[in-house]
């Protein structure tokens, strides 16, 4: 049977890291994470014409079964919600997603995870299973790290230091928004794994951000260097009340300079609701985003993982 909106989001909630427990009252975040969950993981279990619509555009002429959502018991203990996936919307990208489990991860569980996800999907030929754990890098053997979820109260992070010349001011368009992919290109070639790790959003996204006033220039001395985006709320808040960071970019005259840390904490004093959280996804390896947003008073409250197929 497949479970309520609400049951998912009771297993979801236990399996938090224990200071977003502290961040906001737990009856509100099982609500946001209830209507998380029933309009994704329930829905797409439950609906077959989202599935056959995602055959479509996905994998023409797979079963439609196989773009369903499954909950599945793995062990006697530990039932898994599995879904397909595509990095970027990408069908030569196919993976699996345990978006759902009934305890937190253990690496007995792998084994018995990895099989029903190859049971469900084979015919996708997925790559990897991708999990969630609230867990440090490295908890659990055999998996690898993916990306990082960095968050903290808005109030904590506004209070830090920034140098003096540096400011954001908001971009109401995107006429720089040549100048950052260029930027995002030079970080590419000077670090060939970037491409990996992180891309920038695109133009209707930051126009997105920038309709919501979430959108701003960061300038030194009053010479453009980069973008800082928010997104208010999406799926990447955990449950919380939360912006989401979009994208940090500085152009390449400016990195290399300390300025990322900075630059988060004046996005933090520019964001309009300053009672939530201000959380982002960075990539395991990609050290330099990772430093800034902990120098910044970010915290990392877990992340997901992979494991081969």
Same mark, same amino acid.
């Given at each position: ?23 906001? #009252? ?50 006697? #203990? ?54 969630? *754990? ?53 970080v590419d ?9 992180? *891309? ?20 030194? #001395? ?18 919380? *009340? ?22 988060s904490t ?6 309009? #609701?300053?009672?939530r959280v ?32």
């Amino acid at each position: 049977m497949i479970p309520s909106g609400r049951e998912l989001a009771e297993y979801t909630l236990a399996r938090q890291h224990p200071v977003t427990r502290t961040w906001l #009252d737990d009856a509100a975040r099982l609500e946001n994470l209830s209507a998380m969950h029933e309009g994704t993981e329930v829905e797409l279990a439950a609906d077959p014409g989202i599935a056959a619509a995602r055959i479509a555009k996905m994998a023409p002429g797979t079963p439609v079964r196989s773009m369903l959502n499954h909950w599945v018991q793995v062990r006697a #203990d530990q039932c898994a919600m599995f879904s397909m996936r595509f990095e970027g919307m990408d069908p030569s990208k196919p993976f699996v997603d345990a978006s759902t489990l009934s305890r937190a991860l253990e690496v007995g569980d792998l084994a018995g995870l990895a099989a029903a996800a190859v049971e469900h999907y084979a015919v996708h030929k997925p790559s990897y299973l991708r999990l969630w *754990s609230s867990q440090p890098v490295g908890a659990i053997a055999g998996t690898e790290p993916d990306r990082r979820f960095l968050a903290a109260p808005i109030e904590v992070l506004r209070v830090g230091e920034v140098p003096a010349g540096l400011a954001l001011t908001p971009a109401t368009d995107l006429r720089h928004y040549e100048d950052a992919q260029a930027a995002y290109d030079a970080v590419d070639r000077a670090h060939p794994r970037h491409v990996e790790q992180a *891309s920038i959003s695109s133009r209707d996204e930051l126009q997105e951000s920038a309709d919501e006033g979430l959108l701003f220039n960061v300038e030194v #001395d009053g010479v453009w260097a980069g973008y800082s985006a928010a997104l208010d709320g999406g799926e990447d808040t955990l449950g919380l *009340s939360a912006y989401v960071v979009r994208d940090v970019i500085l152009a390449p005259g400016f990195r290399g300079r300390g300025l990322g840390a900075s630059v988060s904490t004046l996005l933090a004093r520019a964001l309009p #609701d300053q009672s939530r959280v201000l959380i982002g996804t960075i990539h395991a390896n990609n050290k330099g985003a990772l430093h800034a947003a902990t120098q910044s008073g970010r915290q990392d409250v877990g992340g997901w993982l992979t494991y081969p197929l």
